[in-house]
């Protein structure tokens, strides 16, 4: 898969140079590459943000060198039959869930458009409907100073999926959210500690009980922390033993 990130900070993206994403880059999984946006401001201070028309508090990211940075993405895109697509991180976005997360993992190529100040102008993102599918997404009901952090949060939960990125697939079973609710909890050596046991059936090897129990405890973790997503549960997804939780 082919990611690139254009920012005004291209520090903030050298987490991705670190753990199993780090690795998947080295290993040729994951071909990241993280542009500065400023060396398509063409004055002598690299301007990239200005007043916004109408008034206002703060700037607006210009749209000449959002225009000359993506034009190079475009340049070097592998030829395909696809467009690439442009994900603008902001809080007037669609919301990035794992669904999402999985639907992206499926794309050639991503392209990651971190705005800062007040956003980007908006005729970038008309513009930019020529070459690239244009999504805005956002990470959740809450501002950012600017997308950098939200696009390390989406590469990480994107490139996990990617095949080979993870060592273990199974990994990717039994998580949260993979079956629409909340991971059971777990437990580790040693099965006493601080006067506290681990659950008696979890020692027991019976694999069908502990089943039986971590399914128990997903449906009431996630009706106790997550309503919502009890009622979003396509009701074929439950089996008869889950009425009974
Ligand atoms: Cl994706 N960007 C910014 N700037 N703020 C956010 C966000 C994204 N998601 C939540 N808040």
Redesign the pocket.
């Known amino acids: 898969m082919r990611i690139d990130v254009v920012t005004i900070f291209p520090e903030y993206l050298a987490a991705l140079d670190l753990s199993l994403i780090g690795k998947a880059r080295r290993d040729g999984l994951l071909d990241l590459r993280v542009r500065d946006l400023r060396e398509h401001a063409t004055d002598r201070h690299r301007t990239v943000d200005d007043t916004p028309y109408g008034g206002g508090a703060g700037m607006v990211m210009k749209p000449e060198p959002w225009g000359a940075a993506l034009s190079a993405v475009s340049a070097s895109a592998a030829p395909s039959g696809r467009r690439p697509l442009l994900i603008v991180?902001?809080?007037a976005?669609a919301v990035f869930d794992q669904a999402m997360a999985r639907e992206l993992a499926e794309r050639e190529h991503l392209v990651f458009a971190c705005?800062r100040y007040e956003g980007i102008d908006e005729r970038v993102l008309e513009w930019a409907a020529e070459d690239f599918e244009v999504r805005p997404?956002?990470?959740?009901?809450?501002?950012?100073?600017?997308?950098e952090v939200?696009v390390l949060a989406m590469v990480e939960a994107v490139g996990r999926l990617v095949p080979g990125v993870v060592g273990n697939p199974e990994s990717l079973v039994e998580e949260s959210h993979s079956d629409g609710l909340l991971e059971y909890p777990v437990y580790t050596k040693p099965a006493s500690w601080q006067g506290r046991e681990v659950p008696e059936v979890l020692l027991g090897g019976n694999h069908g009980k502990v089943a039986r129990f971590r399914r128990n405890e997903q449906l009431r973790r996630t009706a106790a922390r997550r309503p919502d997503l009890i009622l979003a549960l396509d009701p074929s997804t439950l089996n008869r033993h889950d009425r009974d939780t």
């Open positions: 991180p902001s809080p976005g705005g997404v956002s990470l959740g009901d809450y501002v950012l100073n600017g997308g939200a």
